[in-house]
């Protein structure tokens, strides 16, 4: 099973999950992907919901990077987009230059439909996609259900078009067997209660963070960027980022990297991210070194810090820099649990940091994929390289950057805090989830907030 020339940095994170599966090559499992196709048919209710046009819009960030064989949307003219996106342009012309084609090809066992409103006669397997502010999640379409809520911001609509993206690639691609057969999501409010309970939806949303420091900036440090930049601030030019990370975008980011284009390779992650925040109107302050033992928060930096590294060593010491809140999380890596999401909440959990990643653990890499990888001009050395490669994907990160996206707004709107959230994407049940008891507003008060333009709203 030859490949073609790849690097380490060229590399497709997805393929080799299609890969480990069906038991290809590589270039067989890209071919795969480019015959996948994502169909996003969407009502008129995409012009009456924030919510609604996060989760189209994530659905297609997502899905261009994991259906190569493209996206295709269906929706009314004319709709005016809610989100606060720099340009202010039609929603209609975003779905373009998001990546977005408007001409609708046939269903096929290739092609996975998913539904944003209303769905009278769904195709086989095809979903439909429920939000609110709080919630998202996901059901096979024409099952009904009810989310009726008040709160429309935009975290809960990234949750549920990526969860829709992410079952409906497992489904397509064949990497899981389990069908959806009820309804899936998530509350973001109180991730331990079933998401379609009333009490599992959250208070009008009052305070966003006036700072954060975002450690890491690869997956899951674009996906929370993803999420964070999409909230109803009222004014962004009062609230500051400090990006630290010191990677440079590489060609195999594209599949798993929200903020990722084909055009930025070469450019540091810094500088892309710092674009994204700073085109909506936020500060950012840029540092490009790792994170370390000499890395100290100071007394006008951030108190509250967003973690996505991929490695141990640096989360050992999270606690050793200074931060009132550290919101960590991680993903699993093969082909089997690269759809399991982990977030951890420091300071005062039950366990450290120190003790949670002690070792790093340095997995034997597959044999098939390293027999994949081999060609007849490499010792070996390259092929081992790419089968230790992580198994990542882009909607996989969003939904995790929902959820650590949720625990901060709960911490700054009177929520509980989660000391632990555990689950895997392709697993119909709720989210394995760990409560501790505190006033959370307490922690979050050094770090300042923001108004949000709902309260502005409210006020008129």
Known sequence: ?????????????????????????????CAILGKMRLRLICDVSIGQSVAMQAALLTAINTGKRAFLGGVFVSMPRNIRCLLPWPTHQQFNSIMSIMGASFVMPENDSFTQTIYFGSAPKPVDDSLSVFCSGWRGGVAPAGVPVSISSPHDFATGGVLAGALAVARGFLRVSGLSSRSLEAPQGISLWRPDLNWLDSAADGPELESLPKALWMLGLGHLGQANLWNIGLLPYQS?????????????????NYSSQLLCEQNNIG???????????????????????????????????????????????????LENAGFDLIVECALGA????????ILHTFPDARRQPADIWAKDHQPEPDQRLVEAFRTKEDCGILAETLAKQAVSSSFVGAIAGALVTGEILRAFNG???????????????????????????????????????LQQILAI
Request: proline content about 4%.
């Open 267 to 317: 450019r540091k992650k810094t500088r892309i991210c710092s674009e994204w925040l700073e085109g909506r109107g936020f500060n950012t302050i840029v540092t490009e070194r790792p994170f370390d033992e000499t890395t100290k928060r100071t007394a006008d930096e951030p108190f509250i810090a967003c973690c996505g590294f991929d490695a141990a060593k640096p989360r050992r010491i």
């Open 415 to 453: 929520g509980v805090r989660c000391e632990l959230i555990q689950m895997q994407v392709r697993q119909n049940d709720l989210p394995s989830v760990v409560l501790k008891e505190e006033i959370y507003a307490v922690r979050a008060a050094r770090s300042g907030f923001c108004q949000t333009f």
């Open 334 to 341: 093969d082909a089997a649990r690269f759809d399991r999401i």
């Open 236 to 252: 962004p030019k009062d609230a500051t980022f400090l990006l630290q990370d010191f990677d440079t975008v590489v060609r195999g």
């Open 1 to 29: 099973m030859n490949t073609p020339s790849i690097t380490a940095n060229s590399l497709n994170r997805v393929a080799k999950a299609i890969m480990v599966k069906h038991n290809v090559g590589y270039e067989e499992a």
